[in-house]
């Protein structure tokens, strides 16, 4: 009778550690490895977004909970900005799905050199629609800005900016030496091989010869979008709409592109940074078509800009159809006032003006 007691001792035990075990799997899926969740295919948002928990994301919901718990996301002040109660948002998402928000993911406001990602998709645009030949090419066989740039030193057919190309402009090696116009006007970070006078519209032009230097240069953005706007013959916003969000649904009145005139003339654009506009140059409209961005300064909602973000991780492609082309110049970036677009491994970071919340790397194998 002990025996067979202690047999069933043994088979009630091995039932209770299968069942253990059943319960472990079904209700604890995120404790499992990363691979065993995975999602197959990509959704493409209508309206409005669907929702994945982490563990359906392929996140360990375990190391999540604790991530999360030590982070305080709140409204950015960077520059002097003031962003209160809702007026800040993070999106995260994976494969067109969003898997959590923070503060309001609707709220809208220039995400400051975010705006550089869709100056560098207008210059894709222009090169898919065969209006530039390839971001290689001299800028001054489509742009010169005779006329219409303050000083002749600055046409596009003279001195340094003869061998200056699209590509130069985007990749901050085209000579130009001004970030914004408050460190111009205060002697901040200028290049030793700049030509300093001290007047930021005039000193924005290529001081050295294209591809020899990196300077991260606003001022180089801007020109870029000048020129973009002539080859166009329309506002990027327009291009932008047409070309892109419209089959996205953004709906054009859902977002904004500040132009160039509007940061110049404001000179508080960020309170602790007076003057921040100052280098931004006429023509300010080309053809009647205002200039819009260059340095950055869209405004949309985190969950706008994940839409762009889940564009950029398929490699220009929605609902089947290419609406880009997949090269280096589709890319996400960031913007000085705590705001990001970050795109890696199918995850998606859509930031705005959001401090006190670090960017989850783990999620995609780094430390």
């Not at 977004?49 to 982490?54: K, V």
């Not at 001004?178 to 970070?189: A, R, T």
Request: glycine share 10%; charged share 20%; aromatic share 14%.
């Amino acid at each position: 009778m002990k025996k067979i007691s202690s047999i069933s001792q043994i088979i009630y035990l091995l039932i209770l550690f299968v069942a253990t075990l059943i319960i472990l799997i079904r209700f604890y899926p995120s404790q499992t490895s990363n691979s065993n969740v995975m999602l197959s295919t990509t959704n493409f948002p209508q309206q409005e977004w669907q929702y994945l928990i982490p563990a359906e994301a392929g996140i360990d919901s375990i190391r999540w909970k604790w991530w999360n718990k030590t982070q305080k996301p709140q409204g950015s002040s960077k520059f002097g900005e003031q962003h209160n109660e809702n007026q800040w948002g993070v999106v995260l998402a994976k494969n067109g799905y969003i898997i959590q928000t923070w503060g309001n993911p609707d709220y809208l406001y220039q995400s400051a050199s975010v705006g550089k990602a869709f100056t560098k998709i207008a210059l894709q645009l222009a090169v898919d629609e065969g209006l530039i030949g390839s971001e290689n090419d001299l800028v001054r066989d489509y742009w010169t800005g005779e006329t219409q740039l303050t000083a002749s030193h600055q046409y596009l057919n003279q001195g340094h900016h003869r061998s200056l190309t699209f590509k130069h402009l985007w990749e901050h090696r085209g000579g130009f030496p001004i970030s914004n116009g408050y460190y111009w006007l205060n002697k901040q970070d200028i290049p030793q091989w700049a030509n300093y006078t001290g007047d930021p519209i005039q000193d924005n032009y290529a001081h050295i010869e294209p591809g020899t230097e990196y300077s991260y240069a606003s001022g180089g953005y801007w020109r870029l979008t000048q020129a973009l706007t002539a080859i166009w013959g329309r506002s990027l916003k327009d291009v932008l709409d047409e070309k892109l969000f419209s089959k996205m649904d953004i709906s054009g009145d859902r977002w904004d592109w500040l132009s160039g005139k509007e940061v110049h003339d404001n000179v508080n654009f960020y309170p602790e940074m007076p003057n921040y506009g100052a280098f931004i140059d006429p023509p300010y409209e080309i053809a009647a078509n205002p200039c819009v961005g260059g340095g950055g300064w869209v405004v949309m909602s985190p969950k706008d800009l994940a839409r762009v973000g889940l564009l950029i991780s398929t490699g220009g492609m929605w609902r089947g159809e290419r609406l880009i082309s997949d090269t280096e110049l589709l890319a996400g970036h960031r913007g000085g006032n705590n705001s990001n677009l970050l795109v890696k491994n199918d995850f998606v970071w859509a930031q705005v003006t959001t401090q006190g919340i670090e960017i989850p790397n783990f999620l995609w194998g780094n430390k």
